[in-house]
């Protein structure tokens, strides 16, 4: 199976906008950007419209006053600019929870309190299909995550973020696949340690993406596994699609 490209640049620049994961200067930059390149503008308010479903079923909850003050002490000394550009938003939230279901809500939040922009996207045919997330944790040892992953129905995409460190087993690679409810394997694809891929879904897989249906990754030689259709090597992680 053809490797998929990861997020481009401007694309990875854009979610994060969307996000707000922005440090000051780079949020300043973005709208900047915005403001003169009406393409980039168009592909922030694409992810705003493909992440504010996530928002729907937040309830608001007010903060305590103490709060608000710690958080106003704080803001002169907190801009994110320690975190840098080169860790994005899908990897840092996976890490810090047990699964994406539980980012998405932190996402939902602040998605939710954006302020309303001026800039229109251009209109298109409503995607079909359900927005899916699944955190893959590990077969050995402790369930941690070892991967974590949400279908987009708009992009017709798979996005995977790993999160495992990079260069620890050079002799193998990870290979991804889908267990629909037939509990036959379908190869989605290689993926790299340490980085997010986007990967197209073509039509004949859509049906298998479904909540119920397991994500698997297994350790294999590399270019993948020799059978094509069945993994070889051990199943180091899986997870099940979930509605978000």
């Given at each position: 199976?053809?490797?998929?490209?990861?997020?481009?640049?401007?694309?990875?620049?854009?979610a994060?906008?969307?996000?707000?994961?922005?440090?000051?200067?780079?949020r300043?930059?973005?709208?900047?950007?915005?403001?003169?390149?009406?393409?980039?503008?168009?592909?922030?308010?694409?992810?705003?419209?493909?992440?504010?479903?996530?928002?729907?079923?937040?309830?608001?909850?007010a903060?305590?006053?103490?709060?608000w003050?710690?958080?106003?002490?704080?803001?002169?000394?907190?801009d994110?600019?320690?975190?840098?550009?080169?860790?994005?938003?899908?990897?840092?939230?996976?890490?810090?929870?047990?699964?994406?279901?539980?980012?998405?809500?932190?996402?939902a939040v602040?998605?939710?309190?954006?302020?309303t922009?001026?800039?229109?996207?251009?209109?298109?045919?409503?995607?079909?299909?359900?927005?899916?997330?699944?955190?893959?944790?590990?077969?050995?040892?402790?369930?941690?995550?070892?991967?974590?992953?949400?279908?987009?129905?708009?992009?017709?995409?798979?996005?995977?973020?790993?999160?495992?460190?990079?260069?620890?087993?050079p002799?193998?690679?990870?290979?991804?696949?889908?267990?629909?409810?037939?509990?036959k394997?379908?190869?989605?694809?290689?993926?790299?340690?340490?980085?997010?891929?986007?990967?197209?879904?073509?039509?004949?897989?859509?049906?298998?993406?479904?909540?119920?249906?397991?994500?698997?990754v297994s350790?294999?030689?590399?270019?993948?596994?020799?059978?094509?259709?069945?993994?070889?090597?051990?199943?180091?992680?899986?997870?099940?699609?979930?509605?978000?």
């Open positions: 199976m053809s490797e998929a490209p990861e997020l481009s640049e401007l694309e990875a620049l854009a994060e906008h969307a996000l707000g994961v922005l440090t000051s200067a780079e300043r930059e973005a709208e900047a950007r915005m403001a003169s390149d009406p393409a980039f503008a168009a592909e922030v308010e694409a992810w705003r419209a493909r992440l504010m479903p996530m928002a729907e079923n937040v309830v608001g909850i903060a305590p006053q103490a709060l003050l710690r958080i106003e002490r704080s803001l002169g000394a907190n994110n600019q320690e975190t840098g550009r080169g860790l994005r938003f899908w990897r840092g939230t996976a890490a810090g929870s047990l699964t994406l279901a539980a980012a998405s809500v932190a996402v602040m998605l939710a309190n954006q302020p922009r001026t800039v229109v996207a251009p209109t298109g045919p409503v995607a079909q299909g359900q927005l899916l997330d699944a955190s893959l944790v590990s077969q050995t040892g402790q369930p941690v995550p070892l991967f974590v992953a949400a279908y987009d129905p708009t992009r017709k995409a798979l996005i995977v973020t790993s999160l495992v460190t990079p260069n620890n087993d002799a193998h690679v990870h290979e991804l696949w889908v267990i629909p409810a037939d509990g394997p379908r190869p989605l694809g290689i993926l790299e340690p340490g980085k997010t891929k986007a990967i197209p879904m073509p039509e004949k897989l859509l049906p298998s993406l479904a909540a119920g249906s397991a994500l698997a350790l294999e030689p590399p270019g993948g596994s020799p059978k094509v259709d069945t993994p070889t090597g051990p199943i180091t992680a899986v997870g099940k699609l979930a509605k978000i």
